[in-house]
């Protein structure tokens, strides 16, 4: 590992178990996956020379979860009108987006050293229109949530089974437009849609409480209609049992506050709002892929898509 | 006189007056009867969009908000990811202005099939003033990459322009005039996107418009010709892209280019034409519009007051003969 180069952006594509795999191995699939992911995604911000990893690590088991055992999604079927959508709110950790697209077989895993280059279909913020799975082109933070709102609201017409997952930070949900959203959502009562708050209680340079608090989150979350769920955002056994069980309520959207640490789990990294988007030196990237055991072989793989 | 349209039996200025929200809530009916995804999107503007016989029609595809103009586009842009093709139908102060960052990154950038109606544009809304008036909106929108404009002069052209954008992927703004407009064109007319129509032939000026001020300059070019004064007046309801042959003619043939729009004079039809003009033919041009938040004045006031009075119009096209 010691002359680690872009051409080290590898690993193998998991894909997805039966359903009739046992829980105990779903989990063990996606901790993997999302071990995998962090791997690929710290070497693809080193290489890149910037990124915003603290959110990318804070996200990575929940977008993993989703990947790996929760969203109705098919590499080769990527236009299925039936399909689950899943939207990306937080677009600036587009990084772990692009790499859990990757491991689970939408996007060649070649591409991900082409990350922020010129001309790279892998800008800084996702573009459905270049990257194949991508549902929004998100950024400006706020516009994921109304976004996923018309989705549902569309399944809803089509008298369809799909649903709508969309993750939002929490410094995010200081943009009202959310909560303009949140209100809609519950009027329609859009109980297929479920918002997820990367609950990491950072944002760019600061707390979310010393900043412009949210407490009480979970009870703002209620009064604006929704059932709301509180997990430990990177426990996947409680990811994927949340998740996958959506609705708690018939004719309530959900909102699972995710607690999770930005940086998560790297030991210098986590929960310090320097890592917002700071860059690992090859020594801080080595210590972090050793963190992970990067060495280690992968000790289970799914059914490569 | 091309055949699109309508035969004259008097001035336009004499003819009855028609309110193009009119026409665009009939056509939305019409489109919703034949294809099941088009579906309204609203920001409580039911009433002022005169939606309401289209929610009794269609109950459940008049999607309300509510007054949440940011939400409103991005959930237009949801349900266009789900494919339904929505049409925004919202006061185009509001809709521009409040939710600009969803029209650029969820619609333009991300290239949704989304439409976007602004009803009551420009200074429509006239006494309520500034905060209520849409005069920036063509400005705004034309920076924006991905975005077709379309200002429709009457009620003909206002349905046309819907037909084509509902057959059509991709983002579109059009405007939906609530200041009345006599009936331009005939009723086989058909909206050709980024065309341009010359509604008079002439070679001494060119007269190019659009919206609510078409009709004024069609009169303007009437009186300049009592005057013995030989008007071009185009017709220019795409903003954006613009049709640049006809521009560029227009200025190689006649002396020089009036642009009136109900609009500002920066950056609206007028900028679009000038950007064209400064770098492929360079004329003498005037531009009418809105230079300035307006002062308290009906919409008719305030066209007038600005130098869009069909005299003020003609005024301003003998200024670059002599």
């Known amino acids: ?305 | 006189m091309t055949p699109t349209l309508r035969a004259p039996q008097q001035s336009l200025a004499d003819q009855p007056r028609y309110d193009c929200r009119n026409a665009y809530v009939d056509t939305l009916a019409e489109l919703a009867r034949t294809d099941h995804r088009i579906v309204g999107v609203v920001n409580d503007s039911v009433g002022s969009s005169k939606l309401d016989a289209f929610k009794k029609a269609f109950p459940d595809r008049l999607i309300n908000v509510g007054i949440a103009e940011q939400d409103m586009v991005g959930v237009a842009a949801g349900l266009a990811n789900g494919g339904r093709i929505p049409f925004v139908s919202a006061a185009s102060c509001f809709l521009t202005a409040r939710a600009l960052e969803q029209i650029k990154a969820d619609v333009a950038y991300a290239d949704r099939n989304v439409k976007l109606c602004g009803m009551s544009p420009g200074v429509a809304y006239g006494e309520l003033g500034p905060t209520h008036h849409s005069i920036e909106d063509i400005a705004w929108l034309r920076a924006i990459d991905n975005m077709v404009i379309v200002v429709p002069a009457d009620p003909i052209e206002t349905a046309s322009a819907m037909r084509w954008a509902a057959a059509t992927e991709g983002p579109v703004f059009i405007r939906v005039s609530r200041m009345s407009v006599p009936q331009i064109y005939a009723e086989d007319y058909v909206f050709e996107p980024g065309k341009a129509i010359t509604v008079r032939d002439g070679n001494d000026v060119t007269l190019i418009s659009n919206g609510t001020v078409l009709w004024r300059a069609m009169v303007a070019a009437e009186q300049l010709a009592t005057e013995g004064v030989s008007a071009r007046v185009i017709s220019m309801p795409t903003v954006k892209p613009l049709d640049l042959d006809a521009v560029i003619a227009a200025a190689a043939e006649t002396s020089g280019i009036v642009t009136a729009e109900e609009s500002t004079t920066a950056g609206g039809l007028g900028g679009a034409v000038a950007e064209i003009l400064v770098q492929h033919h360079p004329a003498r041009m005037k531009i009418l519009g809105l230079p300035e938040f307006a002062p308290t004045g009906s919409a008719t006031y305030l066209l007038d007051r600005y130098g869009m009075s069909p005299d003020g119009i003609a005024q301003s096209a003998k200024s670059l003969l002599a």
């Open chain 1, 1 to 305: 590992m010691s002359a680690l180069a872009v051409e080290h952006i590898t690993m193998p594509v998991f894909g997805r178990l039966s359903p009739h795999a046992s829980r105990a191995d779903q989990v063990a699939h996606i901790a993997e996956a999302a071990r995998q992911i962090r791997i690929q995604d710290l070497k693809l911000v080193h290489f890149a020379n910037a990124g915003h990893i603290g959110g990318d690590l804070s996200a990575a088991d929940i977008l993993a979860t989703l990947y790996g055992a929760v969203l109705n999604l098919d590499p080769r079927a990527v236009d299925d009108p039936e399909r689950d959508r899943f939207i990306l709110s937080k677009g600036h950790v587009a990084g772990i987006l692009y790499t859990t697209l990757a491991a689970f077989g939408f996007l060649p895993i070649e591409e991900l050293a082409t990350f922020l280059k010129p001309l790279s279909a892998l800008n800084g913020h996702p573009n459905r229109k270049k990257v194949t799975g991508v549902e929004a082109n998100t950024g400006p933070l706020g516009h994921g949530l109304p976004i996923a709102v018309g989705h549902a609201l569309s399944a809803k017409l089509d008298v369809s089974r799909r649903r709508t997952y969309v993750l939002v930070g929490d410094g995010e949900l200081q943009e009202g437009s959310n909560w303009e959203a949140m209100m809609a959502a519950s009027q329609y009562e859009l109980d297929r849609l479920t918002v997820i708050v990367d609950r990491n209680r950072l944002q760019q340079g600061a707390t979310v409480r010393e900043t412009n608090d949210l407490d009480p989150l979970d009870q703002k979350a209620a009064a604006f209609g929704f059932a709301v769920v509180e997990i430990n955002g990177h426990d996947h056994g409680e990811l994927l049992d949340v998740l996958s069980s959506v609705p708690f309520r018939p004719g309530k959207p959900t909102f699972v506050i995710a607690h999770t640490h930005k940086g998560h789990p790297i030991s210098f990294m986590s929960n310090n709002a320097a890592w917002h988007h700071k860059v690992p030196s090859p020594a801080e990237l080595q210590q972090a892929l050793n963190e992970l055991g990067a060495d280690v072989d992968s000790p289970t793989r799914g059914t490569a898509a």
